[in-house]
């Protein structure tokens, strides 16, 4: 950097370069604007500086500074979230770590892999597969980053095997607000141990699920998994809610599954259908799919005979439950990810004008029913189509109840229209015990609303131990 330039230059923005490089710091408009928005219903709000590490160390040394300055950090890898996660709600920097992208190790012994921040879906799926590995993908872009997923308790193609993709976190390494590096699991004990974040007091969880506003993950450890080489599906459609959540919740206690998912009749549209149509009256209402994979046609066939026994006492229960034929390109798109059929979430709002957000999502299995009928009263009125996805994660033991909502983002009225609805539905679910995952700030305050003061009490005692001066992705937990 010549001098001129230097002086050119906000003192701020030059300790910045100073850290990171002249390339990878800039308070230009245009690029702050770049990062400003999603395809949700928050409003965008730029950022003051953008900042890319490639480092540990160089995103030490910016939380550092920031902390002094007391300017707000968001962290950001893909930015492929449409929960608003990663729009700055107070400026301040942006901290882009999408350069951070190495595979650090494959342990096919231990089935773990490490990684750094900006480690994309189809980044990890091209290292595992010559290896005969897997994990559990998401219905996303294969561009988006498998730790933020992992932290933010993302969903994935294998959740009703070894549940949420947090679950299968085994080690972890983390930079504080204050700049300190710290490490949490089996690493934090031997450096090169990422196996197990077990028997050790889960000091993890102080970094999942916090939509980060307690650190930055650097490093990352999680289980890989031996890929079975037949895949079979089994594909059933019915026309109540009660009736797929019967067969569903029959199918899962027999633990055969990697994904038991159904899906509305708007959301098996893609795109899903902006505003409202009404479904065919000869269409069913609901479409399930659930993916199973064995070493061998006889462990398939067991399988088989399982699920073909379910189908069977559901039918004989009365149920509406058919076999069905599911499209070929829809079953390739849903089960073999990253997929680019349906994992772009572009795809869904095609007809929506750029903007689509949830609400939900996990919901007890046994709600789904009265909560379905509620949310389809409620955006059917807004004039929005009911396209919800329903899934058992962990065997029975929970479930994801999910709206995906397109909307017009390039007119006000139709996103707020949509925002309206979507809130609406969010404090039925959570009226029923329901939880939203990856929420944006106007979900924060609904769950609030509704927390245990000692549970609030104990997040801002947390937060403002590790974060004192609130540096943090500050604003998004709705305190």
Known sequence: ????????????????????????????????????????????????????????????????????????????????????????????????????????????????????????????????????LRFGWPVGPPSASVSSCCISHGIGGMNARYGLQSQEITSMEVVLPTGELVRAGSCAIQKDAW???????????????WLGTTGVVTKLGINVHPAPPILKIFTVSCNTTQDMYAYMFN???????????????????????????????????????????????KERDARVEIWEKVVAEEQKKGSSLAVTHYPEEALRGRTQLPSQVVGSTKNY??????????????????????????????????????????????GVHYGMLRAMIPFNKQNPAETENARRAIVECLRVDLDEGGIPYKPPVDFAKEINLRADPGYLMLLKRVKQMLDPNDIMNPGKLGF
């Open 1 to 132: 950097m010549d001098t001129a330039t230097a002086k050119k230059m906000d003192p701020f923005l030059a300790e910045l370069a100073g850290i990171v490089g002249p390339s990878n710091a800039s308070d230009a408009k245009h690029i702050r604007y770049a990062y400003s928005y999603d395809l949700s219903f928050v409003q965008p709000k730029l950022p003051d500086y953008v900042v890319m590490a490639e480092t540990v160390e160089q995103v030490q040394e910016v939380l550092r500074l920031a902390n002094r300055e007391k300017i707000p950090v968001v962290p950001y890898t893909a930015g492929t979230n449409i929960g608003g996660l990663t729009i700055p709600e107070r400026g301040g920097i942006l901290l882009d770590l999408k350069k951070m992208n190495k595979i650090i190790d494959i342990d096919v012994a231990d089935g773990v892999a490490v990684i750094e921040p900006g480690v994309s879906h189809a980044q990890l799926a091209a290292a595992l597969g010559p290896l005969g």
């Open 195 to 209: 196996h197990s974040v077990l028997p050790l007091p889960q000091l993890d969880g102080l970094f999942k699920g």
């Open 251 to 297: 199918l899962s206690n027999y633990e055969i599954c990697d994904d038991i998912t159904a899906v509305s009749w708007w959301l098996s549209q893609v795109p899903i259908p902006y505003p409202y149509i009404p479904k065919p009256a000869d269409a069913a209402e609901w479409n399930s799919y659930a993916t199973t994979f064995s070493w061998s046609e």
């Open 349 to 394: 709002c095609k007809m929506g004008g750029a903007g689509i957000s949830w609400p939900g999502t996990f919901t007890p299995a046994k709600k789904w029913a009265p909560v379905y009928t509620r949310w389809k009263e409620i955006l059917i009125g807004h004039k929005l189509s009911p396209s919800v996805r329903m899934s058992m994660y962990r």
